[in-house]
């Protein structure tokens, strides 16, 4: 009896170990696991810059609102990790406005300015100064932009022929842009019409000939007023 179950022991005992092996060693290779590894799985921190393979974290891998402004450290986002996409989108678009105001003064009682170049005439404001009783009193007949300018016209309202015209002055307010990397923006004029905005092709148009000619003729309405 004993002898027997000692070779009963013996043979069994291979098949045992053989099996135990079986179950430690071997690889699934048909195993599904489908979004198995949640959010809630991952310990905070474990998943670091670090342990991601470049590209592994692509746009359509991110759930949409996932990334929210709180969750981006300062200055983290910088203009070589954007795509060439939004890079050019960000550095096209205005950063800045800049409103110049240049003035000129004139004692023919005629006045013009241009506005200088890259930027656009925004508003004109004329006046006309007896300047403390020492030049003729005027009255102000004219105040317009033209071309990228304007011009201002003053005629003698209490005429002393001792006294010279009243000094004209026109102050412009030139608009010019920055792009948010600090890229001069080069204005484009627009009209407004009912139907909508209509941009203006002034690459062939001379801003100081247009300027020059409604300054003579605002002179020539200065001097048929003066005359009558």
């Known amino acids: 009896m004993s002898k027997l179950i000692r070779t009963f022991l013996i043979v069994i005992a291979p098949i045992a170990l053989l099996g135990l092996g079986a179950e430690v060693h071997a690889q699934a290779s048909d195993v ?6 949640n959010t809630s799985d991952i310990a905070s921190g474990a998943v670091s810059t670090n342990r991601l393979k470049k590209q592994a974290v692509t746009t359509s891998k991110i759930r949409k609102n996932a990334v929210t402004t709180n969750k981006i450290k300062n200055y983290a986002v910088t203009y070589d990790k954007l795509s060439d996409e939004v890079f050019f989108a960000i550095s096209e678009s205005i950063g800045g406005i800049i409103l110049e105001q240049m003035s000129v003064s004139d ?14 005439v925004g508003s004109a404001n004329c006046n006309c ?14 105040c317009q932009v033209a071309g990228n300018g304007g011009v201002a016209g003053c005629f003698n309202h209490l005429f002393d022929p001792i006294l010279p015209f ?20 080069t204005p484009v004029p627009f009209s407004k019409f009912p139907s909508g905005l209509v941009k203006i092709d002034n ?5 100081e000939s247009a300027v020059n000619n409604a300054r003579a003729t605002v002179a020539a309405q200065r001097d048929a007023l003066q005359n009558r």
């Open 166 to 185: 009243p000094l004209a002055t026109i102050t412009l307010s030139c608009v010019s842009a920055l792009q948010t990397d600090g890229t001069p923006i």
């Open 203 to 207: 690459s062939g148009m001379d801003f």
């Open 129 to 142: 100064d007896f300047v403390n009783g020492s030049r003729n009193f005027g009255v102000l007949f004219m």
């Open 107 to 120: 004692g023919s009682g005629v006045a013009s300015l241009v506005c200088p170049a890259g930027t656009l």
């Open 32 to 37: 599904v696991c489908d979004k198995c590894v």
